[in-house]
C-alpha cells in the first residue's frame, strides 16, 4: 500500500510539474506563412488648377508571376520576401511596362487593432507605418485593403491622390 501510495504521490508530483504552467500564449489566426496570391494598386488622380478639377484616368498596376510570403510571427515581427513581376496599364488599361522578378525583403513589426494590421518598418533611419484593413479571414485565406490618401500642394495649384490597394493571402 505504502508502495502505491508513493507511485501515486510520484505520478502527481510529475503531472503537477507539467500542467501547472502559465497561462498560454494567446497566439492570432495571422501567426504563419501566407502566399500573396494578388495585388492591385489602383491610383485616382485630381489635379487642381486655378481652381479648375480635372481627373486623370486611374492608373493600376498588379503583380503577376508571384512568389512572395509574408512570415508573420508571434513575437510581432514580419518578413516579406520573394519576387513577382510588376505589371503597369495606362490609362486605356493597355501595358503601359513591367518590371519582371521584382525582389523584396522587408522586415517589419506588426499588431492588430480592430480589423486593422498595423505595419512598421525602418526606411533609412526613418520609422514609416502603414494601415491593412483586413476585409474577410479564414484559416487559409486573407482578403485585405488599404487606401492612401496623398496631397501635395503647389501654391494655387494641388493633387490630389487616392491610391487603394487589395490584397488576396493563402495559406
Given at each position: ?33 501566407w ?20 481627373k ?10 508571384i ?34 522578378n ?49 496631397e501635395f500642394?503647389?501654391?494655387?495649384n ?14
Amino acid at each position: 500500500m505504502l508502495k502505491q501510495t508513493s507511485i501515486l504521490c510520484l505520478i502527481t508530483l510529475v503531472l503537477s510539474l507539467f500542467s501547472c504552467s502559465t497561462e498560454e500564449e494567446n497566439i492570432h489566426p495571422i501567426v504563419g506563412k501566407w502566399q500573396l496570391q494578388e495585388f492591385e494598386l489602383i491610383q485616382e488622380t485630381e489635379l487642381i488648377f486655378d481652381d479648375r478639377v480635372t481627373k486623370e484616368d486611374p492608373r493600376r498596376v498588379e503583380y503577376q508571376n508571384i512568389n512572395i510570403t509574408y512570415d508573420f510571427r508571434n513575437d510581432k515581427t514580419l518578413q516579406v520576401s520573394g519576387t513577382a513581376d510588376l505589371v503597369s496599364y495606362d490609362e486605356n488599361g493597355e501595358v503601359d511596362y513591367t518590371v519582371t522578378n521584382q525582389a523584396t525583403l522587408t522586415d517589419y513589426t506588426w499588431e492588430i487593432e480592430g480589423d486593422n494590421l498595423i505595419l512598421q518598418t525602418e526606411v533609412n533611419g526613418t520609422i514609416a507605418s502603414g494601415s491593412i484593413k483586413i476585409i474577410t479571414m479564414s484559416d487559409n485565406e486573407i482578403i485585405a485593403q488599404s487606401i492612401i490618401n496623398r496631397e501635395f500642394d503647389w501654391s494655387t495649384n494641388k493633387q490630389v491622390d487616392v491610391i487603394t490597394s487589395n490584397y488576396k493571402f493563402i495559406r
